[in-house]
């Protein structure tokens, strides 16, 4: 009866041993598949398990833009649900081929201070890789008009409008800024907010703050930065 006993503790202490279950590393669980009480079948899910220090930043960016990417270069992003919070990190991986619809390159950076990384996956973020410094030209959004395929925007030359084409570079929808990479030069003068009713030739009044409206909305200079 000795050996039966010690037969089925045995057993017993196996049986309570498959009871538990380990995760291979330490972490936080973000989403738990089964509840007390419940039959679970061999191979289920039950729980998902994050290391908070593996937590990683994955974007997209334009193939036109992978000449400037490097390995290891300072990338800075913000994540939806954290305000005005910027968070630094550096690049750590450049996908070898692009999406074959969007033309998006996949990349992976990973936080530099891993300590202060959010528990929480899955959510969005928007980023910006820190290439080397370049000078460009930059314009609101709303200066800028479109037609079809091209973009013009309207520049004082002058007493008068010229319409003037425009090639457009990358934007900035957080600042609601675009690049002009050609069309324009530093000290250009163009309509801060132009109606669709413009001719080009038309005479332009320069009026002075808080006069009365003029026959064009008063243009803003056109100043040269640095481009992100």
Do not use: C, H
Request: a positive charge.
């Amino acid at each position: 009866e000795l050996a039966a006993a010690k037969s089925r503790a045995v057993t017993a202490r196996q049986q309570v041993s498959r009871t538990e279950v380990r995760a291979p590393f330490d972490g936080v669980v973000s989403e738990r598949k089964i509840s007390a009480g419940d039959t679970v079948q061999v191979g289920r899910e039950l729980i998902k398990v994050i290391d908070p220090s593996s937590m990683r930043f994955e974007g997209q960016v334009s193939a036109d833009r992978l000449g400037e990417l490097k390995l290891g270069q300072p990338v800075a992003f913000r994540i939806n649900g954290f305000g005005d919070a910027e968070f630094r990190g550096k690049l750590a991986r450049i996908d070898a081929a692009a999406n074959a619809t969007t033309r998006q390159v996949e990349l992976v950076a990973e936080f530099n201070d891993r300590a202060k990384a959010p528990q929480v996956s899955g959510l969005y973020a928007e980023g910006r890789v820190e290439s080397a410094d370049r000078r460009a030209l930059v314009l609101a959004e709303g200066s800028v008009q479109r037609q079809g395929d091209s973009a013009f925007v309207w520049k004082v030359a002058g007493n008068q409008l010229k319409k003037v084409p425009v090639t457009l570079g990358e934007r900035d929808d957080r600042r609601g800024e675009v690049v002009i990479a050609s069309g324009l030069a530093q000290g250009d003068e163009v309509l801060r907010a132009p109606s669709s009713t413009l001719v080009d030739g038309a005479p332009v009044q320069r009026v002075a703050a808080g006069a009365g409206a003029a026959s064009a909305v008063p243009p803003t200079s056109m100043s040269a930065a640095a481009s992100k």
